[in-house]
């Protein structure tokens, strides 16, 4: 930063230049370290009140740091940040609330379309049940008529064979 602060400098520094050179050549000799702000201080000396360095003309102090706020500014400040930091407290739980309502809701909800779907299914259940035992009522109801058709004809057969046997008797006993 200092180099480049020298090298922009005009011809008319190289006084100071040479002044940064040797401190510089010094503190590397030296034991005790001395860093570069001290050097410039040594070489450039310190801003007068109301001026700044490096920053052209008409600048002050005051347009290029800004001023810092007093204790009152800070304080009030702050308070305003702890309403805001409160509202939000406040409306991330009434959000986290909504969200458990919703949640449950919609828990309630697919209880209840589960339920509809379980009612459904055992009624789907209960009318194919009844179709089935209509059906195998149906199929006894004809397997009971055929065997009582077959029972009929068995006993015509059976009436007819007893007549003819006693047809027969009645033959060998004229004889």
């Known amino acids: 930063m200092l180099n480049k602060f020298l090298k922009n400098t005009s011809k008319s520094s190289v006084c100071n230049q040479e002044k940064f050179e040797a401190l510089s050549a010094q503190a590397s000799e030296s034991s005790t370290p001395i860093d570069e702000d001290e050097i410039y201080r040594q070489v450039i000396r310190p801003e007068r009140h109301g001026r700044t360095r490096g920053y052209g003309l008409g600048t002050t102090p005051s347009s290029v740091f800004r001023a810092t706020p007093g204790r009152i500014e800070l304080t009030s400040q702050l308070q305003a940040a702890n309403v805001r930091n409160e509202k939000l407290i406040s409306k991330i ?21 589960m339920e509809e779907k379980r009612k459904k299914m055992e009624e789907d259940i209960q009318k194919k049940m009844e179709e ?44």
């Not at 739980?93 to 379309?113: C, F, H, N, S, V």
């Not at 007549?163 to 004889?175: H, V």
Request: glycine content about 2%; overall charge positive.
């Open 93 to 113: 739980e009434k959000l986290e609330k909504k969200m458990e309502e919703d949640k449950r809701e919609r828990k309630e909800q697919m209880i209840e379309a």
């Open 132 to 175: 089935k035992i209509q059906e195998e009522k149906r199929k006894m109801e004809d397997e009971k008529k055929k065997m009582e058709e077959q029972f009929q004809h068995d006993r015509r057969k059976m009436d007819m064979i007893v007549a003819f046997m006693d047809e027969m008797k009645g033959k060998n006993l004229q004889r």
